[in-house]
């Protein structure tokens, strides 16, 4: 008899323990987790590869837009090794061979300043004068000043500063370096005749004329490329050689018949009327607002032309402050007393000054007085020190009062640093 499939009897099957506990899903579980770590391990392996190819030594910037797109820009950051002799400091000789140089404004730039600066010229134990690549001038009794900041002498730092800014004029010789007036031995003391000093004073005048614009006036002459910064004219005497070097030109510029001119929009702390007193050895005029206020200027020149030497047609108008010195100590010169000025904190008040010297020995001091002034009262004290206060356009620092008080020792005048200070208005040079 035939049994049908439906009627078969199919024996049952006895399950391991292996099978009872899911043996067969753990196989499969481990077996997935192996392939995925190959995976990984491949994409590990081929990304290392790859960074192998590029600097190990650079990094990048974000990918961002920009100028570098999707691709970031590197950067190169390799160390150099240290070495023991490169990274010792070696301190620097500071020397100068003039021991007898006073003010003048850097390197401390060409200064400085401004150096006027700009500075810029040695000093006592001067620090001489740094900024930039270093340098310096020291020794002796010059006037420099330093310390890594920019140079700092009596004619200002280099740079932007917070005083009056200074450019310095060869009148010798064109813009393009060619002479104007070649100095001959045997001519007169300084290697010049009459008539080319004049030719001096001609060029002075047309300063005046143009209100004090001397980038205007003086376009065809030779201009150092350094702008100084000077808080105050406060200048002892000194060989007239200190005005190019502290401009950075005294290899090319001899020291005679140049123009300092200080130029720049101040404010007075006060509502007042002001004046300027001071005078110079040779040159010294102050305009305000486009007017003569002061003509300081040494007048005592000998020669034919003698008429053609003065600066300027001003005459002192106002009366001088009695008790106070009649001459400055350090120089040669009397003090002049300016024309009465009308400023105030809200107003800005154009002033240009303008320094020169026809050889030899120079000296400069400026000064200001105000009617409010305690000594202008009947049984007033006199200022302190017994001159009155320097003329300042921004607070001077401890570096520059230091200078500035070393420089006057020798004659016994300190300069009165603690009267009113003028604050900047627009101020700019005018190129």
């Given at each position: 008899?035939?049994?049908?499939p439906?009627?078969?009897?199919?024996?049952s099957?006895?399950?391991?323990l292996?099978?009872?506990?899911?043996g067969?899903?753990?196989?499969?579980?481990?077996?997935?987790h192996?392939?995925?770590?190959l995976?990984a391990?491949?994409l590990?392996?081929?990304v290392?590869?790859e960074s192998?190819?590029?600097?190990?030594?650079s990094f990048s910037?974000g990918?961002?837009g920009g100028?570098a797109g999707e691709?970031?820009?590197?950067?190169?950051?390799?160390?150099q090794?240290?070495?023991?002799?490169?990274?010792?400091k070696?301190p620097?000789?500071?020397?100068?061979?003039?021991?007898?140089?006073?003010?003048?404004?850097?390197?401390?730039?060409?200064?400085?300043m401004?150096?006027?600066?700009?500075g810029?010229?040695?000093?006592?134990?001067?620090?001489?004068?740094?900024?930039g690549a270093?340098g310096?001038m020291g020794g002796g009794?010059g006037?420099?000043?330093?310390a890594?900041?920019?140079?700092?002498s009596l004619?200002?730092?280099?740079?932007?500063?917070?005083g009056?800014?200074?450019?310095f004029?060869?009148?010798k010789r064109?813009k393009d370096?060619?002479?104007?007036?070649t100095?001959?031995?045997?001519?007169?003391?300084?290697g010049?005749?009459?008539d080319e000093?004049?030719?001096?004073?001609?060029?002075?005048r047309?300063v005046?004329?143009?209100?004090?614009d001397a980038?205007?006036a003086l376009e065809?002459y030779?201009?150092?490329d350094?702008?100084?910064?000077a808080?105050g004219?406060f200048?002892p005497?000194?060989?007239a050689?200190?005005?190019?070097?502290?401009f950075g030109?005294?290899?090319e510029?001899?020291p005679v018949?140049w123009l300092?001119?200080?130029?720049g929009r101040?404010?007075?702390?006060?509502?007042?009327?002001?004046?300027?007193?001071?005078?110079?050895d040779?040159?010294l005029?102050v305009?305000a607002?486009g007017?003569?206020v002061?003509?300081?200027?040494l007048?005592h020149m000998?020669g034919d032309?003698?008429?053609?030497y003065y600066?300027?047609d001003?005459?002192?108008t106002?009366?001088?402050?009695?008790?106070?010195?009649?001459?400055a100590?350090?120089?040669n010169?009397n003090?002049?007393?300016?024309?009465w000025?009308?400023m105030?904190p809200?107003?800005d008040?154009?002033i240009?000054?303008?320094?020169g010297e026809?050889?030899?020995?120079?000296?400069?001091?400026v000064?200001?007085?105000?009617?409010?002034?305690?000594?202008h009262?009947?049984?007033?004290a006199?200022?302190?020190g017994?001159y009155?206060?320097?003329?300042?356009?921004g607070k001077p620092?401890?570096?520059?009062?230091?200078?500035?008080?070393k420089?006057?020792?020798p004659?016994?005048v300190k300069p009165?640093?603690?009267?009113?200070?003028f604050?900047p208005?627009?101020?700019?040079?005018?190129?």
């Open positions: 008899m035939s049994v049908t439906s009627d078969e009897v199919v024996p099957r006895r399950r391991t292996w099978q009872r506990l899911g067969e899903g753990f196989i499969v579980s481990v077996t997935i192996v392939l995925l770590v995976i391990a491949f590990i392996i081929s290392t590869k192998a190819k590029k600097d190990p030594d910037t990918s961002g100028a691709k970031a820009k590197q950067f190169q950051t390799r160390l090794p240290k070495n023991p002799k490169t990274t010792a070696t620097a000789r500071i020397t100068t061979k003039n021991a007898s140089a006073t003010i003048a404004l850097p390197d401390v730039p060409t200064v400085a401004s150096s006027l600066n700009a810029v010229m040695g000093g006592g134990t001067s620090k001489g004068f740094g900024g270093g310096g009794l006037v420099g000043v330093g890594g900041k920019n140079f700092v004619f200002g730092g280099r740079g932007a500063g917070n009056l800014i200074g450019e004029w060869d009148i064109a370096h060619k002479p104007i007036i100095l001959k031995p045997g001519v007169s003391t300084y010049y005749t009459d000093i004049s030719d001096y004073f001609r060029a002075i047309k005046i004329s143009a209100k004090g980038t205007l065809k030779f201009h150092a350094a702008v100084l910064s808080n004219i200048q005497t000194m060989n050689a200190e005005a190019p070097k502290a030109v005294e290899k510029v001899a018949l300092g001119v200080y130029r101040i404010r007075a702390p006060f509502a007042d009327q002001f004046r300027f007193v001071g005078g110079c040779n040159v005029l305009i607002n007017k003569v002061l003509d300081g200027s007048k000998p032309s003698v008429k053609n600066a300027a001003w005459k002192q106002t009366e001088p402050l009695s008790g106070l010195p009649a001459r100590p350090t120089n010169f003090f002049v007393y300016g024309d000025v009308r105030d809200s107003t008040t154009d240009t000054i303008i320094l026809s050889g030899g020995a120079y000296g400069a001091f000064t200001i007085d105000y009617k409010t002034a305690p000594w009262k009947k049984g007033g006199l200022p302190a017994g009155l206060p320097l003329f300042l356009v620092d401890a570096e520059l009062r230091e200078l500035m008080e420089a006057g020792a004659a016994g009165f640093l603690d009267g009113p200070i604050t208005g627009l101020r700019g040079v005018r190129r």
